[in-house]
């Protein structure tokens, strides 16, 4: 077990909560990963953040496998961006332990492990809006070939990082547009970027929160496209948290059903589709866009 505690839970409290206990962790969901989460490519294991009295991610257990398309689900206020955010540590976890690739990566900043794989796209608030695309796309290639060539009196992180940015704007599609500034790019196109740039760092499991949300139909379906084409070409493992069911329950290998902070089941699109406690858990929270 790692505790990372904070603050923002007490010693008291952190001591008796059995979930943050490998050993112990019965949670709805621990039944439904066979694999361990040490052996998975992403994993968590009794994973916990609370914020004073709420626990908005309780005690979940996960284990990915090697170039899979996880869906995570649930209702709003599920806990589903707060997982994400204790999984890379962009939040402390208050209890609980993360693996990638079997290796414990619990509460390292992402600045102390540049190179370890696990990436998030960039959210619009992160282009630089008054580069062009390509600039964009390179310069993070860049900022990640520097672990390589700190010492760059050669310019080969330059050098490796503009071939990269090729690269990766022909796999996103945006080659055409690698002389727009990004600040002019439609919606669509400002998330195919933060993939774009998401992948520039060379990721082996990236995550992808929301990455349709706003957009129109077609863009939606282009945005998927995009996001099962880059999964399977590049063997990347993939985490995606996304309200649209139709994506959900179409493009991904299994689903990751969170309710209340825990993980309610996980399963195949088929399995999730007919599960009694999934739908219950939709209607009793129900939204528009979050019914199945
Ligand atoms: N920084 C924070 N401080 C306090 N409470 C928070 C914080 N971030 C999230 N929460 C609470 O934690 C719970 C889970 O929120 P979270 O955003 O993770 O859910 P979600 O499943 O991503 O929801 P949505 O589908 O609406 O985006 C909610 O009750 C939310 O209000």
Redesign the pocket.
Known sequence: MTDTSSDDATEAERVTDDATDPASVTGPGTDHESLDPTEAALGARGLTKR??E?T??GGVDLAVPEGELRAII??????????F?VLTNA?EPTAGAVYLHGEEITGTPQYARPHDGLVRSFQSNQLFTEQTVHENVRIVAQTAEQGAFSLDLLGRGRDLATERAHEVLELTELDDLAEETAKNLSHGDQRRLGIAMALATDPSVLLLD?PTSGLGAVETETTADLIEDIQSELGLTLLL?E?DMNIVLSRSDRITV?HR?EVLTTGTPEEIRNDDAVQEAYLGERDEE?SL
């Open positions: 914020f004073g709420l908005a991610v649930g209702p709003n206020g599920a806990g589903k961006t707060t997982f955010n939040l929301e948290i309200h969170l902070g979050g």
